[in-house]
């Protein structure tokens, strides 16, 4: 399975922007990227996903480097509801499975 | 709203016994999976579903049953609880892996604990 690598914690100032950084070097050309957050005692939620431009949605913008081996989560302006575990995923090609790391939990402090 | 929904919420159980965790879907996805999420872990898959009656084994599949008997159900059976699988339970779908574009809904988790 394709991997993905994210620093454990992270931890941000409300109201400021929040970049979560993911590498995946193994990338193949035809991998989605994906991001998912799970807030505390839920299930996990869809937050982006993009393939080589950069998204933007309501709830977030994905920055993905040009050679597609790392990718950057940004949370424009965070609240203390954005702390989460944020994980970022590959979604292979006609792979049946995705399997998920351990994440990055990112505190918000007020 | 549409979406993802686990039955039971929460389960409590003695070693031993036994018990189906149902998953239900009306989002006419493909695919649907079960995983298990343990204290400050993520989540591991237990088992998967690629359609109607099919099933194949995920990371952590020992102790658990499956069953994809109608497109919109998975059932997750637990024959002979043990305490190791004490833990939340979380169902997912998603259309297939040749749609990588979509991502995956998930449900709102099943806390079971075996005592």
């Known amino acids: 399975d394709a991997k993905t690598t994210q620093p454990n914690s992270m931890e941000s100032n409300e109201e400021e922007p929040v970049h979560l950084p993911c590498n995946h070097s193994?990338?193949?050309?035809?991998?989605?990227i994906h991001w998912y957050r799970q807030l505390p005692s839920q299930g996990p939620e869809y937050v982006i996903h993009?393939?080589?431009s950069n998204v933007n949605n309501r709830m977030a913008s994905l920055a993905i480097a040009e050679d597609r081996k790392s990718s950057t989560l940004i949370l424009h302006r965070a609240t203390l509801r954005d702390a989460a575990v944020y994980y970022c995923?590959?979604?292979?090609?006609?792979?049946?499975?995705?399997?998920f790391g351990k994440g990055t939990r990112l505190h918000i402090l007020p | 709203n549409a979406g993802v929904t686990q039955t039971p919420k929460f389960r409590v159980l003695k070693t031993g016994q036994s018990m189906t965790l149902l998953c239900a879907q009306d989002?006419?996805?493909?695919?649907m999976y079960w995983y298990r999420q343990d204290p400050g872990m993520g989540l591991r898959l237990i088992h998967y579903?690629?359609?109607?009656?099919?099933?194949a084994k995920g990371e952590v599949p020992d102790g658990y049953n499956v069953s994809r008997l109608k497109k919109q159900n998975f059932l997750l059976g637990l024959e002979s609880a043990a305490p190791s699988q004490t833990s939340v339970y979380f169902c997912?779908?998603?259309?297939?892996?040749?749609?990588?574009?979509?991502?995956?809904?998930f449900g709102s988790g099943t806390r079971l604990t075996v005592v």
């Open positions: 997912a779908s998603s259309y297939p892996g040749r749609k990588p574009n979509y991502g995956y809904t």
């Open positions: 193994t990338i193949s050309g035809t991998d989605y």
């Open positions: 993009g393939l080589t």
């Open positions: 995923i590959l979604r292979v090609n006609r792979d049946d499975k995705i399997i």
């Open positions: 989002m006419n996805h493909e695919y």
């Open positions: 579903s690629v359609g109607e009656g099919t099933t």
